[in-house]
């Protein structure tokens, strides 16, 4: 167990709807990544939160946003949904903004 | 842009049989190479971390080592409970906002037969 929740851990939805996904940190880590996991593409970096501030953004497409509140959770939005953004979408967190990153158990989203 | 290529994509080996597997990278300004495991479905684990060329770490039956351009992770007499996706990342700094990325590479998938 890293330390790091992320919640739902099952989502299925339809094409065009949209969705949040919850992320809580580490105690002590003020650091929130997001990372999407699909086959065709393995893990890839969409955007990175430092203590409340975008500090790196990925390929995030357009239709994703992100948010990390004062009590340092984190939140991934993703709208106007498309079957391609089927994928397991992985939070991770670290003390600071460039320390080793430990992940949590991930959302399963599935787009029909 | 940072490129991460594992090889062999996937291994099979006997138990006890030990073996290495591979990550090349090209990165501008490298803070730090990464190995994770990852068991089907499941987060990430993180193994080890190395930051110089030289440096190598140890963790039960798993070694990493650090050359400039790629790093190894050697597998001595490994046992079912290794089988997993081993994936290595590449951490680059963004200097403008002081913030980080990791670059993945694909994995190599390892299993091992007892």
């Known amino acids: 167990d890293s330390g790091v929740t992320q919640t739902p851990k099952h989502l299925i939805t339809a094409t065009g709807q949209r969705v949040t996904l919850r992320c809580s940190p580490r105690?002590?880590?003020?650091?929130v990544y997001w990372y999407q996991q699909s086959l065709d593409q393995g893990l890839q970096f969409l955007i990175q939160?430092?203590?409340?501030?975008?500090?790196a953004k990925g390929n995030i497409l357009e239709r994703f946003s992100a948010q990390q509140f004062p009590d340092l959770h984190s939140e991934l939005n993703l709208s106007s949904l498309e079957l391609g953004d089927s994928a397991l979408y992985f939070c991770?967190?670290?003390?600071?903004?460039?320390?080793?990153?430990?992940f949590g158990p991930g959302t399963r989203l599935l787009v029909l | 842009e940072d490129q991460v290529t594992q090889s062999p994509e996937a291994l099979r080996l006997q138990e006890g049989e030990s073996s290495s597997l591979n990550c090349s990278y090209t990165?501008?300004?490298?803070?730090?190479l990464f190995w994770y495991r990852q068991d089907p479905g499941k987060g990430p684990e993180f193994l080890f971390t190395?930051?110089?060329a030289g440096e190598e770490k140890e963790k039960e039956r798993l070694k990493a080592t650090l050359t400039k351009k790629e790093s190894f992770l050697h597998i001595t007499a490994p046992k079912p409970e290794d089988s997993a996706t081993y994936l290595c990342?590449?951490?680059?700094?963004?200097?403008?906002?002081?913030?980080?990325?990791?670059?993945f590479g694909e994995g190599t998938q390892l299993t091992v037969n007892p």
């Open positions: 990342a590449v951490q680059a700094m963004v200097i403008e906002t002081s913030g980080s990325r990791l670059t």
């Open positions: 190395l930051y110089s």
């Open positions: 105690s002590g880590d003020l650091s």
């Open positions: 939160y430092y203590n409340g501030e975008e500090r």
């Open positions: 990165v501008s300004g490298l803070r730090g």
């Open positions: 991770a967190s670290s003390v600071g903004f460039k320390e080793t990153q430990y």
